[in-house]
């Protein structure tokens, strides 16, 4: 069964670093989306991506975060210089199409501790 | 995306039908209801959605109040690998916006 699959699954950098996380969609999913979820607190929405552009984002996703899908299969986040309470498990997810009855597809996650 | 309301916890046991309730008395004509879960150490995972009618598929079942003011996850058997967060999720968009769900816990 196809999956979305996130790199790497731990990730632990120095306050004010940059980090990549990726994540590779299933293979005919055109919709990407990042959500993060800090421990003990609920899964928050970031941002959408849809034709190499930005659907919507949060008001999460401020100036120190970016999007990319660089290739045909990897989308990344960009988190430019790394806050403490960045530290939070960063999902990201696929789907077929776009709409409010569509199945979103979630990966595993990456946990990022930010030191 | 419209509020929902979920009660924070529900105790189940093993092999015993299990109803989650939600709330959500602001829901316009066009959300869809969807019910996500995510298990211990795991992303979110979909369990079912729908708009008016009752819906089943080999997860779970959604019963709908004819008003759409409220909603039923429905799991006929629950095994110990159901013991999750469930959210159910009104959705007018393609991004979703999760609440704090409610933590079903299985007893053997």
């Known amino acids: 069964e196809p999956e979305v699959t996130q790199t790497p699954s731990h990730q632990v950098t120095q306050m004010g670093q940059e980090v990549i996380l990726r994540c590779v969609p299933i293979?005919?999913?055109?919709?990407f989306y990042w959500y993060r979820q800090i421990l003990g607190q609920k899964v928050e929405f970031l941002v959408s991506?849809?034709?190499?552009?930005?659907?919507?984002k949060s008001e999460i996703f401020d100036d120190q975060f970016s999007v990319e899908r660089p290739d045909g299969s990897n989308f990344t986040l960009k988190i430019r210089s790394t806050k403490l309470e960045d530290s939070a498990m960063y999902f990201c997810?696929?789907?077929?199409?776009?709409?409010?009855?569509?199945?979103?597809?979630f990966g595993p996650g990456t946990r990022l501790t930010v030191l | 995306d419209a509020k929902t309301t979920q009660p924070n916890s529900m105790e189940s046991n093993e092999e015993e039908p299990v109803h989650l309730p939600c709330n959500h008395s602001?829901?316009?004509?066009?959300?869809?209801i969807h019910w996500y879960r995510q298990l211990p150490s795991q992303g979110p995972e979909y369990v079912i959605h729908?708009?008016?009618s009752n819906v089943n598929n080999r997860m779970a079942s959604l019963a709908i109040a004819e008003d759409r003011k409220s909603s039923t996850l429905i799991l006929h058997r629950a095994t110990l690998r159901d013991a999750a967060v469930y959210y159910c999720?009104?959705?007018?968009?393609?991004?979703?916006?999760f609440g704090a769900g409610t933590r079903l816990t299985v007893k053997p």
């Open positions: 997810a696929s789907s077929e199409a776009w709409g409010r009855y569509n199945e979103q597809f």
């Open positions: 293979s005919n999913h055109l919709y």
């Open positions: 991506f849809y034709n190499n552009e930005i659907s919507e």
């Open positions: 602001t829901i316009s004509g066009t959300d869809y």
């Open positions: 729908g708009l008016t």
């Open positions: 999720i009104l959705r007018d968009a393609g991004d979703m916006r």
